[in-house]
């Protein structure tokens, strides 16, 4: 079962652009990370933000995240070209000693045009 | 190169067929993760293993099966298939548990016919 459910499913902007991906989760977690996927390809893991983290930067990447709400944001700033791929959010759970589960969202499909 | 490898990247078998799913993880990693990625079903966590040990089960159906070897690598078997069981599977690593983040192979596509 998903774990989160992000919003929008689809997002198109131009390039040079922000883009604004809303992910919102059920349970609590250890972090909450985002991953890129291009078409067909394997997911790119781009920024973790552990649970007692309000807000994390990461070259044009920002990532917010509230606990209080389970919902966490990642902003695309200036984007490229380049940046078209979905994108998703994953919640991760340690769930005893070496056991972890890390519970994928829906995704949102960003398409950044010239 | 995530450092992570999967073979085959494309199998194509019948219904009813058994196949294995191969992956490598990135060295150093003791953490393997089978996921699998439907249209109508998004990225499911099937099973992960840790330095030979099955530690966490997700969605996976009795007819899929997995194993971790002493060198790391891990294999998936389905059996049994069926024509939904056509999706991309994909393995992923990490050093320890999910406190960071895992770095997931190419994926195999497999299309059940």
């Known amino acids: 079962s998903q774990q989160g459910e992000e919003d929008p499913q689809a997002l198109s902007i131009q390039e040079g652009e922000n883009a604004t991906m809303n992910c919102s989760y059920k349970?609590?977690?250890?972090?909450l990370q985002w991953y890129r996927q291009n078409s067909g390809r394997g997911l790119v893991h781009l920024i973790l933000i552990r649970s007692n983290e309000r807000e994390k930067h990461s070259g044009r990447l920002r990532v917010t995240l509230d606990t209080s709400k389970k919902s966490s944001s990642l902003l695309i700033t200036a984007s490229r070209a380049a940046d078209t791929a979905s994108y998703f959010c994953a919640t991760a759970r340690t769930l005893t000693g070496t056991a972890s589960k890390l519970t994928f969202g829906t995704g949102t499909r960003l398409q950044v045009t010239l | 190169d995530s450092g992570v490898t999967q073979t085959p990247k494309h199998l194509i078998t019948a219904t009813g067929q058994r196949v294995t799913l191969r992956c490598s993880p990135r060295?150093?990693?003791?953490?393997v993760y089978w996921y699998q990625q439907s249209l109508d079903q998004g990225l499911q966590f099937l099973i992960q293993y840790y330095n030979g040990e099955e530690r966490a089960k997700g969605n996976i159906l009795e007819r899929f099966s997995a194993q971790q070897f002493p060198d790391l690598h891990s294999e998936l078997n389905l059996s049994s298939l069926e024509l939904g069981d056509s999706a991309l599977y994909f393995c992923?690593?990490?050093?320890?548990?999910?406190?960071?983040?895992?770095?997931f192979g190419s994926g195999t596509r497999l299309t059940v016919v």
């Open positions: 060295s150093g990693d003791l953490s």
């Open positions: 992923a690593s990490s050093a320890l548990t999910a406190i960071g983040g895992y770095t």
């Open positions: 349970t609590s977690i250890n972090n």
